[in-house]
């Protein structure tokens, strides 16, 4: 199976409620997403002109019209944290989720959301999102030749 890979980039702010450590406190990250699709069908041949799996500016188009639009320089927070933490609620560039915005939890919204906004001639793969350059979370479709991706 021949997967492409295409690496984004933005920056958030969040904190994650519950948690003792420093990061239970606002703060931000400079993250890098990587998204790596194939074609759904999994074909071994050679691949018609043009000989893309898909032209990299559209994967471009869909990650940053559904995901990074959604996330660069935002303050996201869960609705936990906002209940104790009142007078965040009014920040302009708050996203407020019913989770905590861990990168785990950051790459499941991904995963469904890139999912449900793939052409149908193409499957996501993988996800990896690196919360700094040394830490990240990885998603891998163990399921990749289903319409659902795997949880």
Known sequence: MIQITKIFHFEMAHAIFGYEGACK???????????????ASGNRDYIP??????DFSE???????????????????????????????????????????TVENMLVYI??????GLPASLRLAALKLYETK????EWTNDNIFNKQPAL
């Open 134 to 137: 040394n830490s990240y979370a």
């Open 25 to 39: 406190n606002i703060h931000g990250h400079s993250y890098e997403l990587h998204v790596s699709v194939a074609a």
């Open 111 to 116: 995963m469904k959301t890139l999912s449900a």
């Open 59 to 101: 994967i471009k188009k869909v990650v940053n019209t559904s995901v990074i639009k959604q996330f660069d320089h935002t303050l996201l927070l869960s609705k936990a944290f906002l209940a104790v933490n009142p007078a965040f609620s009014t920040q302009e560039n708050l996203v407020i989720w019913p989770m905590e915005p």
């Open 49 to 54: 002109a043009p000989g893309f799996v898909v």
